[in-house]
């Protein structure tokens, strides 16, 4: 039975390259080669669980996070052999970007899942995993001047943008038990909602549609994020974070206020 376990993922590998083989010969063949794909990566999550299973210790959120990993390893695989993978492959470029993505959800998906679960050995992990996650969502919202709109008028390149800092946010669950993270919700606590402003302002003044991305997400992430920090240390906040604030807000009305002027006239 071990032994079966420990090559189950290879069997597998090698059905899932066979039926590649094949599926790619012939437009027609199509389903086969998608049916090889999805068999590829369940061939790595079988070797992934055996190795799981061949380790002590460990928490459930540690096993989601290693998922998670592996997902957005393969993830990157597809973007980084994307050349040649779609000479041999026989798929267009959006076609296997849509499988990138696929595993980007997937990974993401499970890498929130871990957050509220004991997590034991793997918090780092899950740390550098969603910055990988993050980074492949927010760079796909690039280029966003071709980007067809979906729903409410937002355009796709700016949901990928809101995907990533909506992940930005459940990071920071993983990023606590860090030396950055313990200072953070520690002594600066009471100054949390200042830095937040900060950031709020670069991310409000920066020039984003001069770099690719639609500046709409970025300052709308500027108008919230002081609100959450505040709402969230409201209790330890001092009076000099809130005048801060309010400052900040102000800053906001009137540089929206000059930008209405200038449409009007």
Not at 76 to 85: E, F, G, H, K, T
Not at 91 to 100: D, F, H, M, R, S
Request: charged share 10%; glycine share 10%.
């Amino acid at each position: 039975m071990n032994t079966f376990t420990e090559w189950t993922g290879l069997y597998s590998l090698g059905v899932a390259l066979i039926i590649i083989g094949v599926g790619r010969r012939r437009e027609s063949f199509k389903p086969l080669l998608y049916l090889g794909i999805i068999g590829v990566s369940i061939s790595a999550y079988e070797l992934l669980f055996y190795q799981m299973l061949q380790a002590s210790g460990g928490a459930l959120g540690d096993g989601l996070i290693a998922m998670s990993a592996l997902g957005a390893s393969i993830m990157y695989a597809y973007r980084i052999l994307s050349p040649w993978l779609v000479s041999y492959l026989r798929l267009t470029p959006q076609e296997l970007k849509g499988i990138a993505h696929i595993h980007w959800a997937w990974s993401s998906c499970l890498l929130m899942a871990a957050i509220p679960l004991p997590i034991g050995v793997n918090r780092l992990v899950g740390l550098a995993t969603g910055v990988f996650l993050i980074r492949y969502a927010i760079f796909q919202g690039r280029n966003s001047r071709t980007s067809p709109s979906i729903l409410g008028g937002i355009t796709i390149a700016e949901m990928w943008v809101y995907l990533g800092l909506l992940e930005v946010a459940g990071m920071r669950v993983y990023w606590r038990e860090t030396a950055v993270g313990r200072f953070w919700a520690g002594p600066l606590v009471p100054w949390n909602g200042a830095i937040a402003c900060v950031v709020a302002y670069f991310l409000y003044i920066l020039p984003w549609e001069s770099w690719g991305w639609s500046k709409r997400p970025w300052q709308q992430a500027a108008y919230i994020i002081p609100l959450i920090i505040l709402w969230e240390t409201r209790l330890q906040t001092y009076p000099i974070t809130l005048l801060l604030a309010a400052g900040f807000y102000i800053f906001l009305a009137k540089v929206g206020e000059n930008i209405g002027n200038c449409y009007q006239s």
